[in-house]
């Protein structure tokens, strides 16, 4: 019987990083770093000796204002509809968070932020392992704040038929780095360059 694979993405962290590792920031066009959630899921169930079945890819990410960011607001639905065409990815947005006066009135370096989307994906990592969802989480993002989470559901997986695992980025050359806990062993899908030009969605969904 296979394995029911969960993954979970904190999108903005995982296309970030990847505009990091395998692009220049400032010349390299807005798309690049964005994948198709479902490619990323079926090669990261793939990665593995064992007997395992995509159910699910569960996508977190902030969701512009309609009122303060229209195009951003805009490209983000006409992207979050093309991901919600799959029945296997789940898409879990929450509002930006502004800087007063934003946009033509703020500090300098002020930025929209993320609110609550990692503490989203933190609690539904840890609740959906507890309530037998899955039996391979594998989590797809660099910040540390979802350590515990991760954690959790390592020592969950000496007592039931659960396991975490995590995904990240590598490029030869570069020092990779990736979400682990001490003295547990996690196993990481390593995504070299070669499978992330596999992976990439390279449509300018702002226009």
Known sequence: MSDRVV???DYQNVYRSARRVYHHHEADAHWCGQIDPYL???????????????KQVRIYRGMPSST????????ARRQLSVWRSNPVVEVIDRPLQYPRGW?????????????GVDVALSIDFAVMAARGEYDVGIMFSGDTDLKPSLEFVADLGSTRHV???VAAWSCDGQHNTRLSIPQRKIYCHWIDQPSYEGLRDNTSYSS
Request: with cysteine; net charge positive.
């Open 7 to 9: 993954v979970f993405v």
């Open 103 to 115: 946009p033509k009135d703020h500090l300098p370096g002020e930025r929209p932020r993320e609110k």
């Open 40 to 54: 990323l899921g079926c090669h990261l169930a793939a990665d593995s000796p064992y007997a395992r079945e995509l």
């Open 68 to 75: 303060r960011d229209p195009k951003g607001f805009a490209a």
């Open 163 to 165: 396991r975490a695992e």
